[in-house]
């Protein structure tokens, strides 16, 4: 079952094309990452599917429902922003967005302590939001955008600004929901956090899908399996090399990635390099960022 | 039903913010009594030298409390109240978080105005118990008077909406704002300096200040014991005021809706 279907959705702002023809499903109970860079029509998306701008052409439906005020009801949002009352409680704010959705009666009090259990802060119900941590915080605005039970949750970058640890267990959180069944669209500047977390990626361009698919699918964009990074003073002649071994050659930062067609083993390699000096070699299987990188210089 | 728990729920969270902040709902009691007492004693005072027979403390604080109240109590909780709590929500972006939820425009709208008509319940009832207290014993209608002070709330809301969405982007500009305005307007409406000392061209131009109606109004019914006929001019002044600043406070916020509907 299809739980977002966006279909030829284009938007401008002026004569300023920022989605053009953009096509894309989300299936129930899976998670997909919308990935691009700044600019790139991530948050335009997100707003139409909000309702709180009108796309120009194409059809948007949400649990084959066509977008509207209706469909704010299906729609749960945790914005990059943490947008929360400082001088409420997390049980008060909580209380207030639920009233918000309508929510009210004998059966509020029971869903306000199962979303900040869900959350794990059910400790918490009565701080101040504003005594919370960053990584609380972000779990409050989590449960608020949960509070009237969402089909779709729209994690707009939901670690972006959290140290380590907040962010495991923000990845960890976002599997459970989609493990209690929510289908999640999350957009993330963060190519690891996509890879993690996301059944399906998008990479948007441009206001355009340039790609999309299961990493696994991602992976057969580009001819390599397995990436090899080097750093020599003798950078010449170890691209000749690779070139005569036809292995394509990118740049790193500093680090010069050779794609091999083909994992080898590492004695291999450095006999293939033989004669060449090598400050440091390292092996790396075919990430989503080399799969971004590529897709967006090409694309 | 959807409207009712909406606003409900707006003005609720209003309040009980306001109450979580002791230190401002304290500052809030204190400033409308120091100003009671204060225009009290002065006009106990100047009485002495321009009446012939001097007021009694109790009998000032009767004339000073309408002006206090419209004044001092009601243009800065209502109006510099309802200019920061949309300053504020602009400001930490919670307006985009309302606008991912189903609340209605009217809804919000309505709550702000209904939570800052409560405090200024609560103030009309500081300002008056304090004056009885020390001696002030009221006249007129309590129905007329109460209307005035509901005109004045919704004035002051309605240009409190029309300054915090269109002039204010920052909580310091509030201050600023309440500064550049409302103080001169303060003072040409009598809530500091009584209108009857003015000289003849600022008593003129009193007439266009809604502050000198809010206050000459409420004087004369709960001062001097007047009914609506005889502050018929300020009273609709009033209602004509009231009606178009809550229809343009609703055009601004609309307006401000426009361009804040964004993620």
């Given at each position: ?23 894309l ?35 948007i ?25 400082r ?41 101040l ?5 960053g ?17 779709l949750?729209i994690?707009?970058e939901?670690t ?7 962010r ?17 669209l999350?957009?993330?500047?963060l ?11 998008g ?10 698919g299961?990493l ?6 580009i ?5 090899v ?15 005569e071994?036809?292995?394509?050659h ?15 083993e590492l004695?291999?390699?450095?006999a293939?390099f ?7 070699i390292a ?5 989503l ?11 | ?24 709902l ?46 001092a ?22 307006l ?12 919000y ?11 200024a319940?609560g ?13 002030a ?5 309590i ?13 002051y809301v ?22 550049a305005?409302?103080?001169?307007l ?24 809604p502050?000198?109606?809010?206050n000459?109004?409420?004087t ?44």
């Amino acid at each position: 079952m299809t739980m977002l279907h966006l279909d030829r959705v284009s938007k401008a702002y002026g004569k300023r094309p920022v989605l053009q023809d953009l096509s894309l499903s989300v299936a129930a109970g899976e998670i997909y990452g919308l990935l691009g860079p700044n600019g790139a029509g991530k948050t335009t998306t997100l707003n139409i599917l909000c309702n709180l701008l009108k796309a120009d052409r194409g059809t948007i439906r949400i649990n084959d429902q066509p977008v509207s005020e209706r469909t704010k009801l299906l729609i749960g949002v945790a914005p990059q922003e943490t947008l929360i009352y400082r001088y409420l409680t997390c049980q008060e704010n909580l209380q207030f967005f639920a009233n918000l959705y309508g929510l009210r009666g004998r059966s509020l009090p029971s869903r306000l302590q199962t979303c900040l259990a869900a959350v794990g802060l059910s400790d918490r119900a009565t701080s101040l939001a504003e005594t919370l941590s960053g990584g609380m915080q972000r779990r409050l605005s989590l449960a608020i955008a949960l509070i009237h039970q969402p089909k779709l949750l729209i994690l707009d970058e939901p670690t972006t600004g959290l140290d380590l640890e907040a962010r495991f267990e923000m990845w960890e959180l976002i599997r459970q929901l989609q493990r209690d069944g929510i289908t999640i669209l999350l957009t993330t500047h963060l190519l690891d956090e996509a890879e993690r977390l996301c059944d399906r990626i998008g990479l948007l361009k441009q206001g355009q899908l340039i790609a999309a698919g299961s990493l696994a699918e991602l992976r057969q964009l580009i001819p390599a399996q397995e990436i090899v990074l080097v750093q020599t003073t003798q950078e010449e002649q170890a691209i000749a090399r690779a070139t005569e071994l036809n292995y394509p050659h990118h740049r790193y930062g500093n680090d010069l990635a050779f794609w091999l067609p083909a994992p080898l083993e590492l004695k291999e390699i450095l006999a293939q390099f033989d004669g060449i000096p090598l400050d440091s070699i390292a092996r790396q299987p075919v990430r989503l960022e080399h799969i971004y990188l590529e897709v967006m210089r090409s694309g | 039903m959807k409207y009712w728990t909406e606003t409900i729920a707006i003005a609720r969270r209003i309040l009980t913010e306001l109450l979580r902040r002791k230190r401002s709902l304290i500052f809030w009691a204190i400033f409308p009594i120091a100003v009671l007492i204060l225009n009290g004693l002065i006009f106990a005072e100047r009485s002495k030298t321009a009446l012939p027979e001097p007021l009694t403390l109790g009998q000032a604080l009767q004339r000073a409390a309408p002006a206090t109240l419209v004044g001092a109590a009601l243009f800065f909780s209502c109006l510099g109240g309802s200019v920061a709590t949309v300053v504020s929500e602009r400001e930490q972006h919670t307006l985009k978080r309302l606008f991912l939820s189903p609340l209605s425009g009217v809804s919000y709208f309505l709550g702000i105005g209904l939570a800052h008509s409560a405090i200024a319940v609560g103030q009309t009832l500081l300002v008056g118990l304090t004056a009885y207290g020390l001696g002030a014993r009221f006249q007129g209608s309590i129905g007329l008077a109460a209307i005035v002070i509901l005109l004045s709330i919704l004035s002051y809301v309605g240009v409190g909406f029309i300054l915090g969405t269109q002039l204010a982007r920052r909580t310091e500009d509030v201050n600023t704002l309440v500064a550049a305005f409302g103080v001169p307007l303060l003072i040409l409406g009598g809530a500091f300096v009584p209108a009857f000392i003015f000289p003849k061209v600022l008593l003129d131009l009193a007439q266009y200040n809604p502050i000198f109606h809010m206050n000459e109004a409420l004087t004369k019914i709960v001062d001097e014991g007047n009914g609506l006929a005889e502050i018929g001019a300020h009273f609709w002044f009033l209602v004509v005021f009231a009606i178009a600043m809550i229809a343009a406070g609703w055009l601004s916020y609309r307006r401000m809706l426009q361009v804040e509907r964004r993620l």
